[in-house]
């Protein structure tokens, strides 16, 4: 299963809120739900918060086998 537990850890890093994440960043709602609820994500959504955010993928999403 693929989660973005690292995404909420780097938000909160770089103290970024989910208002800011939205009205700053402009992030959708739906993307901000996707996110929240670890739906499924394009590459090219993957890629645009990795530049957003100057980091690694794994600082993004995490792969978790499921139990």
Do not use: A
Not at 21 to 33: A, E
Not at 45 to 55: K, P, R, S, V, Y
């Amino acid at each position: 299963m693929i989660t973005y537990d690292p995404l909420w850890k780097t938000l909160k890093e770089k103290g970024i809120t989910s208002y800011k994440l939205i009205n700053d960043y402009h992030v959708s709602h739906g993307m901000y739900d996707n996110l929240k609820h670890n739906r499924s994500i394009t590459m090219t959504t993957l890629n645009q918060l990795c530049e957003m955010f100057d980091c690694d993928i794994t600082d993004i999403i995490e792969y978790r086998k499921d139990s």
